[in-house]
């Protein structure tokens, strides 16, 4: 499906019924990283998955991709689609940030958040200048030259080296990403403000999971987020690496189903 907005359609996906939630993936990939997810989450509520701008079917605009402009694409979706009350939200890694950066816009929107391989501080100021560094190198060389620096951090060294066809199956996602979209997000990041002080405000039920094989966001910044978020539940799974719900779609489905009967 797709909804036109000013300047820009975005491609999404609708599965199941009822109670809607919202999640969004991470960056370089698009919606269908959430396939693992389709068959026990649609069999529980609405899950609506959208494709970002810039990657997936959705429009690949020339610009930065602040955290706030994607967090206000998930609102015209929700506007669109109907969903009136509140809802659950959720993404991994850049999909959290901006799941964070909706939860500070649209609070009244949000009645619980799951927060997969994410952190809610800034960019240090070396982690700044290697996005720049990888935008200059994927506007010059394609989006080819990121692939290959990022993919074998994306998943376990366990899964990057006993699952074959999932790591093939990633990378075809990343390899499928636009030049705009991957320098517009990673510009995007690269500007988006420090979410620790929001951790503390946040009074809704938060669902927080980790691979504990993350190489690139360290299992501690879970359990950092953990102590902010009120009443949240960790949930650090075991022989994943970033790709959590990719590597252990089972357990990832089950942490999530429980937390959405809990709410
Ligand atoms: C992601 O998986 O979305 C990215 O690793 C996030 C990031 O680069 O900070």
């Known amino acids: ?16 019924r009822d109670t809607p939630l919202l999640l969004i993936h991470a960056f370089p990939l698009n919606c269908q990283m959430w396939a693992p997810q389709i068959g026990d989450l649609a069999k529980e509520v609405k899950l609506i998955i959208p494709d970002m ?3 997936g079917e959705s429009d690949q605009p020339p610009e930065t991709y602040r955290m706030e402009i994607l967090a206000d ?11 009136v009350q509140p809802v659950v939200i959720g993404g991994l890694s850049m999909g959290g940030y901006i799941s964070l950066a909706f939860y500070r816009k649209y609070p009244h929107k949000v009645a619980g958040l799951i927060l997969a ?4 501080s800034a960019d240090t100021p070396e982690g700044k200048s290697n996005r720049e560094a990888a ?7 394609g989006v080819g030259a990121l692939v290959s620096d990022m993919l074998p951090k994306m998943m376990s060294p366990m899964t990057y080296t ?17 030049v705009n979209g991957v320098v517009g997000a990673l510009l995007g990041m690269k500007e988006r403000p420090d979410s620790q002080d929001l951790l503390t405000q946040i009074d809704v039920p938060t669902l927080i999971l980790h691979g504990t094989d993350d190489q690139l966001i360290p299992p501690q910044v879970a359990e950092n987020m953990h102590e902010k978020i009120k009443g949240s539940k960790l949930s650090l799974v075991a022989d994943a ?3 959590l719900n990719i590597e252990q779609p089972q357990r990832f489905n089950q942490d999530v189903v429980e937390f959405l009967r809990s709410i």
């Open 135 to 141: 935008a200059e190198k994927t506007k010059t060389l």
């Open 241 to 243: 690496g970033h790709l």
């Open 73 to 83: 694409d998930c609102m015209a979706l929700l506007d669109a689609v109907g969903a």
């Open 1 to 16: 499906m797709h909804l036109h907005l000013p300047g820009f359609t975005m491609h999404y996906e609708i599965y199941g």
């Open 117 to 120: 391989a994410t952190r809610a």
């Open 53 to 55: 701008r810039g990657f």
């Open 162 to 178: 006993s699952h074959p066809e999932l790591v093939m199956h990633v990378e075809s996602m990343m390899q499928s990403a636009s």
